[in-house]
C-alpha cells in the first residue's frame, strides 16, 4: 500500500500549522480599509492579528457557554475596535 509508514507523523498537518502561523504573522493587527475590506498591516505579528481577533471576532474565541468568558471587551484608545 502506498501512503506514510505506520507510525510517522502526519506532516500535512505540521506544514499546515506552519503556513497558519506564518500567514498569520503577515496579517498583523487589521483595518478596514475604505471600501469595507480588511487590509492587513503586519503590526505586532501572530500577537497584533491574534488581538484583532479577540477584539472583532469574539465568536472564533468561545466556546459557547459564555459570550464574554474572559471579561474582553473593547480597550482601543478611540473605542471603535480598530
Not at 17 to 30: D, E, H, L, P, S
Request: with cysteine.
Amino acid at each position: 500500500m502506498g501512503g506514510r509508514p505506520r507510525g510517522s507523523p502526519n506532516r500535512i498537518k505540521a506544514d499546515l500549522a506552519q503556513m497558519i502561523m506564518n500567514n498569520a504573522a503577515r496579517a498583523g493587527f487589521m483595518q478596514v480599509g475604505e471600501d469595507g475590506k480588511r487590509i492587513g498591516t503586519g503590526t505586532d505579528g501572530c500577537d497584533g492579528y491574534l488581538l484583532w481577533c479577540a477584539l472583532n471576532e469574539a465568536e472564533i474565541l468561545d466556546d459557547g457557554e459564555n459570550p464574554d468568558p474572559y471579561g474582553m471587551h473593547d480597550v482601543t484608545p478611540n473605542g471603535t475596535g480598530k
